[in-house]
């Protein structure tokens, strides 16, 4: 059974980087075809995809959202991390890590969601 797990602060002030990880229990983040995403949903609004990171490590990232998004991610710990610089209360949300799987599956697993909320 694969699990994910997020964590990090629910409150962060603006301006300052949101840093969350999603520690992933039941398949390791380097399978083959894995990919792992962060996905965000703001109160009222949809899902938005923010990025992931593949098994090799290279990274992809949302065009609205890449000169402010950096994914990273530590094998020995089996987690990867979302940082999200300069924020504003525009980014409040409930943010999600997710499996993608590769060929033909789609995302398959995904943490609970934890709530970031950006304010002073």
């Known amino acids: 059974q694969v699990q994910l797990q997020e964590s990090g602060p629910g409150l962060v002030k603006p301006s300052q980087t949101l840093s969350l990880t999603c520690t992933v229990s039941?398949?390791?983040?380097?399978?083959?075809?894995?990919?792992w995403s962060w996905i965000r949903q703001p109160p009222g609004k949809g899902l938005e995809w923010m990025g992931a990171?593949?098994?090799?490590?290279?990274?992809y990232y949302s065009p609205s959202l890449k000169s402010r998004t950096s994914i990273s991610r530590d094998t020995s710990k089996n987690a990867f991390t979302l940082q999200l610089s300069h924020v504003t209360p525009e980014d409040t949300a409930v943010f999600y890590c997710a499996r993608f799987k590769n060929p033909g599956i789609g995302y398959d697993y995904w943490g609970q969601g934890t709530q970031v909320t950006v304010s002073s």
């Open positions: 039941g398949d390791s983040i380097t399978t083959n075809y894995d990919y």
């Open positions: 990171i593949g098994y090799s490590g290279i990274t």
